[in-house]
């Protein structure tokens, strides 16, 4: 009796192992392949989940959407998000802007290996970026170094007249020849343009992997200055700079590398100049009318109640005269504190604002903001020469002085 009690024991302890051997199994099939994500499957194994790129900062023109592969790969560092743990990148591969997450475990190299905080990635940055299933980055190394052999990163910089072919697509670089593709990133004032745009005076770094160039940086750009109301100027000559000096012709645009210029423009008995500030893909327009005859000056010399000598700290100036500009011309900032001298020509008639106020050398109270001077003097002929100058005073607590010519 006891023994058939233990055979039925038994029975029962073999069926239960099997029924939870049978759950087991249904349990194994009803899983996810890979055990951690169910988004689908990619590789060899068919047990690797797709990772695809976070949303959290989407709404880009040129965001990727489709199903993105994790790295190694390289990529532009375009923002940091550190708010957010974002990290966006233009794949040169993929040709488009990706957006990943990292975290406290993800870790950055810069260029000569040591590892770096986030910050240490500048956006323009080529980076190789090594991501692990979740898409979130494990590692991101800046992977510009000299150019060696096939398959490495390289970098040219400070190039001027760069020497490209928009039709073969190739780019000549110290000699050697270079290709580029659609997926060409090129940054200029952290904007997206055409290799096309760029022109022999800008100044770029080149960068590329391998015999590929995959990004080009503009680090110094251009602009244009144009002449608004130059009827009377027309035919005349303008100077822009040390870089050009030429025929004034009518609409005529002046293409300039970025930066702070003197134009100065002359027909006939009239002249002016200006300092004029160029920024990178803009156009700065200047308006020459007050320079020509339409600019009115003053008949009125001024008196003894607006002027006064001083001795002058000038070389080769013993005495000047020192004009209460306030009183002269009305509603203007003044830093009563500090002088502007117009030391030359000496003897030429200086006008501020059409207003005369005496003869060069003068001084008056610094006036902070814009204003015109007019210098008329003469030529070796005796003829009357009126020359404009276009001026801005700056609150910098600091005399100016002006050699006008």
């Known amino acids: 009796m006891a023994k058939e009690k233990n055979n039925k024991t038994m029975v029962y302890l073999v069926v239960s192992l099997m029924a939870v051997m049978v759950l087991l199994v249904v349990v194994s099939l009803l899983r996810p392949q890979g055990g951690k994500d169910s988004r689908g499957s990619s590789g060899k194994g068919g047990n690797q989940p797709t990772p695809t790129p976070t949303t959290a900062a989407a709404g880009y023109e040129d965001e990727l959407n489709e199903d993105y592969v994790a790295g190694p790969t390289y990529g532009v560092i375009l923002d940091i998000n550190k708010e957010d743990f974002i990290l966006s990148y233009y794949d040169v591969n993929k040709g488009k802007r990706v957006n990943v997450e990292y975290n406290g475990a993800s870790y950055f190299e810069n260029s000569y290996g040591s590892r770096t905080a986030v910050a240490g990635l500048e956006r323009g940055d080529l980076c190789r970026i090594i991501m692990n299933d979740k898409t979130e980055v494990l590692k991101s190394a800046v992977s510009v170094r000299a150019y060696t052999t096939e398959g490495e990163t390289f970098e040219y910089n400070g190039v001027t007249e760069l020497d490209y072919d928009t039709e073969t697509k190739q780019i000549k670089l110290d000699g050697k ?108 327009s200047l308006d020459v009318e007050p320079f020509g005859p339409s600019t009115t000056l003053s008949d009125k010399e001024p008196n003894s109640e607006t002027t ?80 404009h100058y276009s001026c801005e005073g700056f609150d910098n607590g600091q005399d100016e002085s002006f050699y006008f010519d």
Do not use: W
């Not at 940086?217 to 002449?227: E, N, P, Q, R, Y």
């Open 308 to 387: 006064e000598n001083i001795k002058s700290e000038q070389e080769g100036v013993e005495n000047l005269t020192k004009v209460d500009i306030g009183a002269v011309l009305s509603g203007l900032e003044l830093d009563k504190d500090h002088l502007t001298y117009i030391y030359t020509p000496a003897g030429a008639k200086i006008f501020v604002n059409g207003e005369n106020i005496g003869t060069a050398p003068v001084c008056f109270e610094k006036i902070i903001g814009n204003y015109l001077v007019s210098v008329v003097g003469t030529d070796g002929k005796g003829e009357q020469i009126i020359s």
């Open 177 to 284: 020849n270079f290709r580029y593709d659609d997926k060409l990133y090129v940054l200029s004032n952290t904007k997206k343009v055409d290799i096309s745009s760029i022109i022999d005076t800008d100044r770029v770094i080149v960068r590329g992997i391998g015999e590929r160039v995959v990004e080009i940086i503009v680090t110094k750009g251009h602009g244009s200055i144009a002449l608004l109301n130059d009827d009377y100027f027309v035919g005349g000559l303008i100077s822009v700079g040390n870089l050009y000096t030429g025929l004034i012709e009518k609409d005529m645009t002046y293409t300039v590398p970025e930066g702070t210029y003197f134009v100065s423009v002359k027909n006939g008995r009239y002249s002016g100049a200006a300092t004029v500030k160029v920024l990178r893909d803009e156009k700065f």
